[in-house]
């Protein structure tokens, strides 16, 4: 029998809150019982196992981030992919566990996974329109801009920013070239195997 007032969704937000706190590398279903004094089978009535848990996290988290980035993206007059890229940082600053788990790909086969992917990508899609960018350009385009905020995002949080200038503005300074790179984007040409200009 379930624990009283336990349910799927509780257990998925526990476990998305020990994500932030833990790292979501770090997440178990031990940590997760744990946190509602019950023991590990009892958890198993809500979720599939660990990797059941990871994946709700993971589709909770992937809409938590599209949430924030549409939100950031509708409520700006101007300059949205500023809008975008600061929302996107303050969501992995602020759930750095969830943030972790909205990294992999969506897994094609997974209908809730791909639509909460979907939603994130319609808003990159719709600033990136602004650029004139669609279809495949867009979508080199979008994985262009997220390369850029993740890794910007990784070696800030892995302390990996050393030299004395303040790494806000150096965000701002990624955010100007970003833009730029995406007011001049073209498609290249290929010329006997070799990129021409």
Do not use: N, Q
Not at 13 to 42: H, I, Q
């Amino acid at each position: 029998m379930p624990r009283a007032g336990l349910t799927p969704d509780l257990v998925t937000d526990e476990a998305a809150r020990v994500a932030d706190e833990m790292g979501f590398d770090r997440l178990t279903l031990a940590e997760v019982a744990g946190r509602f004094g019950v023991a590990v089978p009892s958890l198993y009535k809500h979720v599939d196992g660990l990797d059941g848990l990871r994946r709700a996290v993971a589709i909770v988290s992937i809409r938590d981030l599209g949430r924030a980035l549409d939100g950031a993206v509708s409520s700006a007059d101007r300059d949205l992919l500023v809008a975008l890229a600061h929302a996107y940082r303050r969501f992995a600053h602020e759930h750095p566990g969830r943030y972790a788990a909205t990294v992999r790909a969506a897994d094609p086969g997974d209908r809730d996974a791909v639509e909460a992917s979907d939603a994130v990508l319609r808003t990159v899609l719709g600033v990136l329109s602004g650029y004139g960018l669609v279809g495949t350009e867009a979508i080199d385009a979008t994985r262009a801009l997220r390369a850029s905020l993740h890794g910007f995002i990784a070696l800030e949080a892995a302390g990996g920013f050393g030299l004395p200038r303040d790494v806000d503005r150096s965000f701002e300074r990624l955010v100007e070239i970003l833009d730029a790179a995406l007011r001049s984007w073209r498609s290249p040409r290929v010329v006997g195997g070799r990129v021409s200009p």
